[in-house]
């Protein structure tokens, strides 16, 4: 069974400042994907980023860079000049694969509060 | 818009009451999954569709609970008999064959009193 981590409950970042996302993944398949979804207070699940496990260069996505580091099973998600509209809810996943296809397994999540 | 969008935003009901909640996916997308999020919690598998087949189910989704996709377009995820433990955000994902993107919805926020 695959699982996903996310040790920070809550995390603060002072506006225009850089912060990390922990994120640790337990897995036998050789290969897997990586994701990283905000929630607003709205609901809404928005992709952010995707590592898979055999890329060679870690992802980056505008101001969302994944600092992944494969021996230590860790996927980090690095924001960087943090705004305030960043707040939200940050979660982890792991694509998982199935005899009948593939789906999600999510990490618990980490709330981040940019301050002014 | 072409995301996926969930009906209703917004329900509340009486213990005991059923309910249905329905998804349509991106219209080009022949995968659909429903998730189902408690507070603090991150989002947990329900169900999983390819095009109107029901492949894989949670053993989360108890008898009280079911899932459609007639046509292998919208789904709806009907839940019976609700108990105050049902109170989630019920989430609802679509995912082109091959694609790495997951495109969810808003979701349907259930409070059961």
């Known amino acids: 069974a695959q699982k996903i981590t996310q040790t920070q409950p809550g995390m603060f970042v002072q506006e225009k400042e850089a912060v990390t996302l922990d994120c640790t993944y337990d897995t036998s398949d050789p290969s897997y994907g990586l994701f990283w979804y905000k929630q607003p207070s709205s609901g809404e699940m928005i992709f952010l980023i995707y590592q898979g496990s055999y890329d060679q260069q870690n992802a980056t996505e505008g101001r969302y860079s994944l600092n992944f580091q494969k021996a230590r099973k860790s996927a980090n998600l690095v924001i960087s000049a943090s705004q305030l509209g960043d707040s939200a809810m940050y979660f982890c996943?792991?694509?998982?694969?199935?005899?009948?296809?593939?789906?999600?397994?999510f990490g618990a999540g980490t709330i981040l509060r940019v301050k002014s | 818009d072409t995301g996926v969008s969930q009906d209703p935003r917004h329900k509340i009901t009486k213990r005991g009451q059923n309910v249905t909640f329905r998804c349509d996916p991106i219209?080009?997308?022949?995968?659909l999954y429903w998730y189902r999020q408690t507070l603090g919690q991150g989002p947990e598998f329900l169900t999983y569709f390819q095009n109107e087949a029901q492949l894989e189910k949670s053993r989360l989704l108890s008898d009280r609970f079911s899932a459609e996709r007639p046509k292998g377009s919208f789904s709806t995820l009907e839940i019976q008999r609700t108990e105050q433990g049902d109170s989630a955000m019920y989430l609802c994902?679509?995912?082109?064959?091959?694609?790495?993107?997951?495109?969810f919805g808003s979701g349907t926020r259930l409070t059961v009193v």
């Open positions: 994902a679509s995912l082109a064959g091959g694609a790495r993107g997951y495109t």
């Open positions: 219209s080009e997308h022949n995968r």
């Open positions: 996943a792991m694509r998982e694969i199935t005899e009948y296809g593939n789906k999600l397994v």
